[in-house]
């Protein structure tokens, strides 16, 4: 798809953070960054401002317990959270999900909000690990809409299906509704290139993972890896797509290579507030 600056602005990556993370990581999660958005969604009801939202994606976790899991738990017990959404890649095997299972019981356990967890399957996880999340008490999304439970007004989640690629096709996006006024309506998606299949929801956010913001990135932030069809600057960081807001994240986790170059793992802090 060509991208034009009447379509696609770019916000500043590095203004939004607030605590910013290292610039060379090897191998095991220490240190992250804290990336905050506050995002302006217009016709925001007032019970929704100030709403608070954990993004998190691509945590890659394995049968190994790094120490970087401890500050996450910590960090996100402090930030007073509404609600924690997930993009996918829960575990790094994409054959089995067993060996992984103590610590994603152990830390997604310990990722507290008020009105829950929510999460899509990312293209390393299984259905059967779904299985195993709905068993924990998160709510596993699939292709389908769900309002987030117990908001103070509404809020409308729409998940990307499956874990696959192809699981895009077949007119998904054409399923739903236009967006309610005064509904702010989010749609959680894996890969950042399915956006052009789901612009047509008129999404107020566009959140997905995937890749890992490049991980492995020039200085300045040009990612050199990208898994992703989509333009190298749309692999990474906050962007406005008309009236959609376009978040790239990160991810905790590494794919090829235990290696993060200017590009620290991250989790993002979104808070809604009224907006034109």
Known sequence: MKITTAQTSTLPHTQSA?????WLQFGRLGNFAIRKCPLEIAGLPLELEGFRILHISDLHLTRHWHGGYHAAIETIAELDLDVILCTGDIVEDKRTHI???PQVTRLLSAMKSRLGFYTILGNHDNYNLGSRLREMGISVLDGERQEIAGAPSPIELIAAPG?????????FASRFAPPAPSVPRIVMAHFPDHYPKLEMLAADVYLCGHTHGGQICLPGGWPILRHDSSPRPLCRGQHR???????????????MWNIRLFCPPEIILITLHSGE
């Open 99 to 101: 060996p992984a299972m």
């Open 241 to 255: 797509r008309g009236k959609t807001h376009y978040i790239v994240n990160h991810g905790f986790g590494c794919s």
């Open 163 to 171: 874990h696959r690629r192809e699981h895009m096709f077949n007119g």
């Open 18 to 22: 607030s605590r910013p993370g290292p």
